[in-house]
């Protein structure tokens, strides 16, 4: 940490809601936390904090606290699950709990009920919770529980087949080819298909999608596809079960990276790495048990991710990326490789962007604790844009 006391008061901060203009995630406290991994000043991550609350990329400040619908206790926590009517309440609850059970008792009761809920917010409340685990932040981890419990969608891994036909022997990349495989067979019906599910946002809303996330699109075509689930996606393959979990977190960082390389500076993606990040953090504070259900719900939710977007890359990109990459090491002239990071970090620390750090906070670590594997040097260098807002937000927002 550069600046504990810088870092930890910002992490503390209450004065803005999770949220801003309806559903769009503040994700301030993530970048605080990617800029800090990175060496930045403890005045460049102020400016940064305080920029981002007068002004996102989106064009919006950040807002103030909003009064809750429902006050939350332990016997109706369950029954507000992703209505987003009560964050400040949900904070409330779990500030309470957490002083009475302590941090890692808290996680190991609650997390396991809302890991299915991962994606809701867009991954956003998970990267908020796991990204708070990594930096120590009691507050912050709090609000992590919170925002998950507002912006709840199952992505049901209840109906995982068990260990899929055919995936014997495979490790992710071969699950991922597999799959971009099936797509390439099929791939105008599953563009159909996905387009005629999420093209009727009445229908979503009448299954029980909240009207706000029509308003987004994005996060309407995932409470889509989370609802509705595909066999591709419930065909658990063997190597979740099989493996070790540590051996399954290298294994996704790899796939996920090679995705982001196959649609380089793809902002849904992009989200794939970080989130992941969270998840591995999460896992870590959860009993061995219960951690290979982690990496079901990652991954189950992941599929659903990319196929909400109604296409996958072709399988011949994926395997190229994958024959280039798979033994590549930056093992020699290590001071080029460590100058070359350098110019990414530099390059990081000047962009309004927030998700650009968090690419290259998460790839670094996981390039330096895999022996420089150069895969994730390529993805880190890979900046994306903030996407421009679709017509619905020119309407209000409906909370």
């Not at 996330?213 to 075509?221: E, I, P, V, W």
Request: hydrophobic share 40%; charged share 25%.
């Amino acid at each position: 940490m550069t600046d504990t006391t810088v870092v930890e008061e910002l992490l503390n901060d209450r004065t803005y809601h999770i949220e801003f203009n309806g559903h769009l995630s503040n994700h301030v406290k993530h970048a605080v936390i990617a800029l800090d991994g990175l060496g930045a000043t403890p005045e460049q991550i102020k400016a940064y904090y305080e920029s981002y609350a007068e002004l996102t990329t989106y064009g919006y400040g950040l807002e103030p606290p909003r009064v809750s619908k429902y006050e939350i206790t332990e016997e109706n926590w369950r029954e507000h699950l992703g209505e987003r009517s009560s964050f400040s309440a949900y904070c409330d609850f779990f500030d309470r709990r957490e002083k009475e059970l302590g941090t890692d008792e808290l996680l190991r009761r609650y997390v396991p009920e809302l890991l299915p809920g991962w994606v809701g917010a867009f991954t956003h409340a998970t990267i908020h919770l796991g990204w708070a685990i990594d930096a120590g932040n009691r507050w912050m981890t709090v609000e992590g529980l919170a925002y998950m419990a507002f912006s709840y969608v199952s992505c049901h891994p209840e109906r995982a087949e068990g260990k899929g036909e055919g995936s014997e022997g495979e490790q992710a990349v071969d699950s991922l080819l597999r799959i971009a495989g099936a797509w390439d067979d099929d791939r105008e019906a599953l563009r159909n298909w996905v387009r005629e599910l999420v093209g009727d946002t009445a229908v979503g809303i009448a299954e029980g999608i909240h009207p706000e996330l029509a308003r987004s699109g994005l996060q309407y075509r995932i409470a889509r596809l989370l609802g509705a689930g595909h066999p591709l996606i419930y065909r658990t393959p063997a190597w979740i079960d099989d493996q070790d979990v540590e051996e399954s977190w290298e294994q996704l960082y790899y796939v996920v990276s090679l995705l982001y390389l196959a649609v380089p500076g793809d902002f849904v993606l992009l989200h794939l790495i970080t989130s992941l990040h969270a998840m591995e953090q999460i896992a870590g504070k959860l009993p061995d048990d219960q951690r290979k259900h982690v990496v079901k719900c990652f991954w189950t939710g992941m599929l659903c991710v990319i196929f909400s977007g109604a296409d996958f890359p072709e399988r011949k990109k994926l395997a190229g990326l994958h024959a280039a990459f798979r033994d590549a090491v930056d093992a020699d002239a290590p001071e080029i490789w460590e100058h070359d990071w350098r110019l990414t970090v530099l390059r990081a620390f000047e962009e309004d962007e927030e998700h650009n750090p968090k690419l290259v906070y998460v790839t670094r670590r996981v390039w330096e604790r895999t022996g420089r594997r150069s895969v994730y040097r390529a993805a880190g260098t890979q900046f994306t844009v903030t996407p421009g807002l679709p017509p619905s937000f020119e309407q209000p927002p409906t909370e």
